[in-house]
C-alpha cells in the first residue's frame, strides 16, 4: 500500500499503513480499523497504545523455558509445586496456554518457538533446540513429552528431538496421534486410523 | 491443459503448504491435468477439519475443487498414497521434501506435464522402497533438468564442441556441462569431473532407472555426481534448495554421532 490518498489526513494514512503490515489484515480491513480507532474515546485508545508498548518493553522470554513472560524465570518455571522430572516441548508459546486449559499437566514446559520446515529453510539452528539440550544436562528431567502439532514440520521436529535426546538416556514420549474427539471414522485418513490403531487402549470397567 | 468446470475433479500430489489467515491454508499441487497450481482449504488447521488428515505435503490424493476467484477451493479429499514410509524416517522425509521443493521450483504454474508427474511419483515410490535413496533422487536431479529444459550437456565440451577424451575432464555449471582440459583456463567455477563421474552422469541422463539401481556406486564418485548436480542446479535456480541444506545438517550430526560412539 504505497499510495497515500491526498483526501486523507495524513496521521490517519500512517496508522493505515502500520495496520496493513499486520498478518491476515488487507487494505480495507487497515482502514476500517483506523476508522474505528479514530472514532473510539481518546481514553480506550490510550489504553490500547500503551498495552502495545507495554508488551515490547516488558514481557521478554524465560531464560529457561523460552516461554514468553515479564518476569524472569517465568512464573512456571519457578513454581515449587510443579514436577520438574517431566517436561513438555511446545512448538509455540500458544500451545502452553492450551495444555494448561485442560488442567492434566503439571510438569515444565520448553518452547521451541517453531517446527523444523526444511522447505521453507527452518532448520534446528532456527528453534530452541541448543537451550533444551542444555536444560536436559542437569539429570532433573526424567521424561520428555514431544508435544508438536500432528503435521508434517511437528512429526519432522518429534523424528529429529527424539533422534537428538535418545542417547541422554530419558524417556522420549509422544502426545497420542488419532481420531479427535467429535470427528467421524469414516473421514478419518489412512495414517491418522493407523495411528489410533497402533494406540488403542483397554476399556475399563468391561 | 484442458479447461476446468466451476466444480471439478483432479488428482494431485502436495508438495508444500503455508498457513492463511486463522485457520485456512494455501496448498501448492502438483496435478496430471493441469501441472503445478495453488489451492486454498479452508480450515484445515482446526482438529475437528474432515479433510486436514488428508491434505498433507507429500501426499497422493484424489481432490474435488471448486474455482475461486482467487484461488481454487479444495472442497472434498482422499488419499491415494500417504506414503508412510517416508513420513516415520527423518532421512528419507528429509530427501522426500527436497523432491517436492525442486520440484516446486523447477516447474511453472499451470503448466501440464505428465512426464514429470510420473517421475515425481516414482520418486517418491523408489524413496520408500529403495536401498539407496540418494541414487534415486540423483536419477531424479537428472531427468528433472531434463524434462524442465535445463538438459546438462555431458557429451561434448560445452565450450570447443568436441567430444569428451575417456580422461579426467571438468564440470562447469555456468557454462552449462562438461569441458575439456583444452578449454577450462578462463571459465568460472570448473570442478574436476572423473571418468567414473562422467560416465555415471551419463547414465543418469540416458539410462533407466534400473540401469542407474543396478551400479554399486563407490560413496566418492556419488559424492562426486551429488556435488555435480547441486552445483548446476543452484546456477539453474540462481539459490539453493532450502531442504538440500536439512539434509547435509542431518549427514552432519549423523557423522558426529558415529565418531563420537
Not at chain 1, 529453510?121 to 528453534?127: A, E, F, K, S, V
Not at chain 2, 508412510?84 to 525442486?102: F, H, I, K, N, P
Request: aromatic letters at 4%; hydrophobic letters at 40%; proline letters at 5%.
Amino acid at each position: 500500500m504505497n499510495e497515500r490518498s491526498t483526501s486523507t489526513a495524513a496521521p490517519l494514512a500512517r496508522l493505515i499503513e502500520e495496520f496493513y503490515r499486520l498478518p491476515g489484515i488487507g487494505p480495507k480491513s487497515a482502514q476500517r480499523l483506523a476508522y474505528y480507532l479514530l472514532r473510539m474515546p481518546a481514553a480506550d485508545a490510550h489504553s490500547l497504545a500503551e498495552a502495545i508498548v507495554e508488551v515490547k518493553d516488558k514481557v521478554t522470554l524465560c531464560s529457561v523455558c523460552q516461554n514468553v513472560t515479564e518476569v524472569d524465570p517465568c512464573r512456571i518455571c519457578t513454581d515449587s509445586a510443579r514436577d520438574r522430572s517431566i517436561m513438555c516441548v511446545v512448538e509455540e508459546p500458544l500451545d502452553i496456554l492450551a495444555l494448561e486449559r485442560t488442567g492434566s499437566y503439571h510438569g515444565l514446559y520448553h518452547v521451541l518457538h517453531g517446527a523444523i520446515s526444511p522447505m521453507d529453510g527452518i532448520g534446528p539452528d532456527d528453534l530452541k533446540v541448543r537451550e533444551l539440550l542444555d536444560r536436559l544436562r542437569d539429570g532433573e528431567t526424567k521424561e520428555i513429552i514431544l508435544a508438536t502439532n500432528p503435521n508434517l514440520e511437528g512429526e519432522a521436529t518429534s523424528m529429529y528431538l527424539s533422534r537428538l535426546i535418545g542417547p541422554l538416556g530419558l524417556r522420549v514420549t509422544r502426545l497420542a496421534r488419532g481420531l479427535p474427539a467429535g470427528g467421524d471414522l469414516e473421514y478419518a485418513d489412512d495414517v491418522t486410523l493407523t495411528r489410533a490403531l497402533e494406540g488403542r487402549q483397554e476399556m475399563d470397567g468391561a | 491443459m484442458p479447461p476446468r468446470a466451476r466444480l471439478y475433479k483432479t488428482e494431485a500430489i502436495i508438495l508444500r503448504w503455508r498457513k492463511l489467515g486463522e485457520a485456512d491454508r494455501i496448498l501448492t499441487l502438483f496435478t496430471p491435468a493441469f501441472g503445478k497450481m495453488e489451492a486454498k482449504a479452508k480450515g484445515v488447521r482446526k482438529t475437528t477439519s474432515r479433510l486436514s488428515g488428508h491434505l498433507q505435503p507429500l501426499n497422493r490424493c484424489q481432490l474435488q475443487l471448486a474455482q475461486g476467484h482467487v484461488s481454487d477451493v479444495i472442497t472434498g479429499c482422499e488419499t491415494i498414497d500417504s506414503f508412510r514410509g517416508l513420513r516415520d524416517d527423518l532421512d528419507l522425509l528429509s530427501r522426500a521434501l527436497y523432491v517436492a521443493e525442486l520440484t516446486d521450483l523447477m516447474t511453472a504454474d499451470h503448466v501440464q506435464s505428465l512426464p514429470t508427474y510420473r517421475l515425481v511419483l516414482d520418486t517418491l515410490g523408489r524413496l520408500e522402497a529403495s536401498p539407496a535413496p540418494d541414487t534415486a533422487l540423483r536419477f531424479f536431479e537428472m531427468q528433472l533438468l531434463d524434462q524442465a529444459g535445463f538438459r546438462p550437456e555431458i557429451e561434448r565440451c560445452v565450450s570447443c564442441g568436441n567430444a569428451l577424451e575417456p580422461v579426467d575432464n571438468f564440470f562447469a555449471p555456468v557454462a552449462g556441462g562438461a569441458v575439456c582440459r583444452q578449454c577450462v583456463p578462463g571459465l568460472a567455477g570448473p570442478r574436476v569431473m572423473t571418468l567414473n563421474g562422467l560416465k555415471l552422469l551419463r547414465l543418469l541422463q540416458r539410462g533407466s532407472y534400473n540401469d542407474v539401481a543396478r551400479v554399486n556406486l563407490p560413496p566418492a564418485l556419488a559424492e562426486e555426481v551429488e556435488r555435480h548436480l547441486r552445483s548446476y542446479i543452484i546456477s539453474v535456480l540462481e539459490r539453493d534448495v532450502n531442504a538440500a541444506a536439512f539434509i547435509d545438517h542431518l549427514r552432519r550430526e549423523g557423522a558426529r554421532t558415529k565418531i563420537e560412539v
